[in-house]
């Protein structure tokens, strides 16, 4: 191994040892689960679905939870030629060796980097060539509420919340007997737990044209409708999370202080997945971050939720935290668009570098269309305080491609990002910088806009042309449409593009997130070999009655309310928070989940 | 404002970690220990540790030094037992003393690193002997180091001071000192490559640092 080592490029990525990292000894009964994230040591470590479940796992008795992430290439190389099977960070033990091996599947550029660690590990890429003898390979995050792609490979899936569902799933295992229990009994018991998703226990037909006619349970244990698995309150965040040596991507203490988001942004998959809302209470949030930097000496503590500023108690939170730890760095992410905010990152920030807002349209009428309660008079009073009180760069995030859109919409952008940068030059002349981020819209299976065809590059490059001319003095970014349409297609697709997952993979495709490591042409080549067109998954727009190969998976949102959200969209009419008073009846109240 | 002067050991469990990543590391187990850390002014205040000389990646270190400025009124003795709890596997305390606040900078004072290197060649003795007599003969040493991107032509031969065998039948070890100031500062695996050396490299350690005696 020091052989190897010395080889490759950040071997800390290979060595484990961090601070607060467990070790246990591998004792007999035990259960041992493999958490595996299928990028670099870097960004596998900054997930924070992992680190709750490593330390949920970890905390019981009879259980081993332990890491693994994507080894690099020259590491993988280095791997193949010595014939060493991919093995955990902890007890470098091959991920062959363990009961389970899960995966956190965040997004769909991930899906090869899966089969190949599969593959080092030796393991049988499809579940149905495993037995007794492999380890059950399971995953859950936000890319498994469409789980079809990569249902060839996965013996089963957790849907939603993992706290509960993990725990359940070891027990039965235990019950079962362990490894070596008949792999089909196991997984028919399985599908009997609420939110495991066994997709080998259903059949998928399809029509004439090619959409999803039907898809129907096996097995009586498998019920028709997966419904994602919510936990009422939210659980302790852990306090012992891992200090990692490297320089990871959130190399920070974070606490969930808030799960869920209510805004019901009509392009945001997490705005509808995560419901519903969960607050975490200023008392609780404080006692926390003193046992978490106590625990990890960090300077930097993230207070993490998908709209921070939402938070009830935010303020006070924020003011305690600034006053009892003078020398931490605080970090809001997603802050709402307001003066409010404004004064809130005031109070923390001390070197005032940067703040970042995402208007997502340029136009009243769309920013309606896509549910986003911020009018322009909004951001140019929230730039008016921001460059007002010192702060000198301003970002805000764009998208194009959304449905109804024009080029007025887009000038739009243009027009808003010259607004701000000349309030920005009033209060601080030259100093005053902006820039723009613009993405492409990917519909995401959930959202509202699951419908919605995505743009082509034919209209869509002109349009980031059009955006690069205009922008001239401030800077802008983009998405590149090749990797938009391999995301695209990927996260609306059915079961058969399991087979042009695997075949991309087997034609050297990983690390498809990587620039350098990005290979669209072979991609293609792999959806025609495998008969399939990726731009009837990508911009094919679907009728509201179509049958949608996630449609047996339930993120807890009904069906119903998706679809009126999308019409009221086409209508430009806004549905205000659920906070503010009126239920917008998004199903969850049914489902006993409390909102 | 005090000044300690930190003498630790970096074990072969960490040696895959980087300069900067244990220089993080540091600064984050002195806040866990709750050393009172003086931070520096600005608006960016960031602790005042520094440390003598980066390791190479996968090079241990027996003695390694690092200055850290502290408040308040903590003996040096003190000071380490609040640290012993919350050193990582391969993490060493090995002395703690106080020295003077206007002393000159770590970096400005070091002059060599001695290195130790275990062998496991089917090369004699006499042979190791001869290319080590070899090199230090020669008057330069032309080697070139990728870096970044591009590639640097320097001169070795001037930061070598001395190289020794330290032991053979025992096990094999080649010792050297390199120099290591603010002229520059030689490595041990370009040494070993100029000696035609490197494919029997098991293990390298650095064994102290000298810094310039001071009367």
Known sequence: MDRILRKVARPGRYVGGEWNSIVKDWRENEVRLALAYPDVYEIGMSNFGLQILYDLLNRRDGIVAERCYAPWTDMEAELRKQGIPLFSLESRRPLADFDFVGFSLSYELIFTNVLNMLNLAGIPLLAAERDARHPLVIAGGSACYNAEPMADFFDLFAIGEGEEVILDLVELYRGAGGKGADRTALLRQAATIPGIYVPSLYRVTYSQDGTVKEVTPTAPEASPVITRRIVKALPPTPTMPIVPFMNVVHDRAMIEIQRGCTRGCRFCQAGMIYRPVRERSKEEILRTANELLANTGAEELSLVSLSTSDHSEIEGIVRELAARHPNLNISLPSLRIDSFSVALAESIQRRKTGLTFAPEAGTQRLRDVINKGVTEDDLLKTAEAAYGRGWSQIKLYFMIGLPTETMEDVEGIVDLARKVKSVGRRHQGHRAQVSVSVATLIPKPDSPFQWVGQERPETVRPKQEYLKQMLRGIRFSWHDPESSLLEAALSRGDRRMGKVVLRAWQMGCKFDAWSEHQKPDVWLQAFHDEGLDPAFYAYRQRSLDEVLPWDHIAGGITRKFVAREYERSAQGELTPDCRSGKCSACGLRQLGAGC | ?215
């Open chain 2, 1 to 215: 404002m005090k000044r300690l002067r930190i003498t630790f050991s970096k074990g072969e469990e960490l040696k895959y970690i980087s300069h900067l990543d244990l220089m993080r590391a540091w600064e984050r187990l002195l806040r866990r220990a709750g050393v009172p850390l003086a931070y520096s002014k600005g608006f960016n205040p960031h602790p005042k540790v520094s440390v003598a000389a980066p390791l190479p990646i996968g090079v241990s270190g027996e003695a390694e030094l690092m200055d850290v400025f502290v408040e308040g009124e903590e003996t040096p003795a003190r000071i380490r037992e609040m640290m012993e709890p919350q050193l990582p596997r391969g993490l060493r305390v090995v002395d703690v003393r106080e020295v003077s606040a206007e002393a000159p900078s770590l970096q400005s004072e070091l002059r060599f690193s001695d290195y130790e290197v275990d062998l496991a060649t089917p090369l004699s003795r006499e042979a190791v002997e001869s290319r080590v007599k070899a090199l230090l003969a020669a008057s330069s040493i032309e080697r070139e180091r990728q870096r970044d991107r591009e590639v640097r032509r320097y001169d070795l031969r001037p930061l070598i001071d001395d190289i020794w065998i330290a032991e053979w039948n025992g096990g094999q070890k080649l010792a050297m000192r390199l120099r290591a100031d603010v002229g520059g500062a030689g490595r041990p695996d370009e040494v070993l490559a100029a000696l035609g050396l490197e494919e029997y490299v098991k293990r390298i350690r650095r064994t102290g640092l000298v810094l310039e005696e001071r009367g």
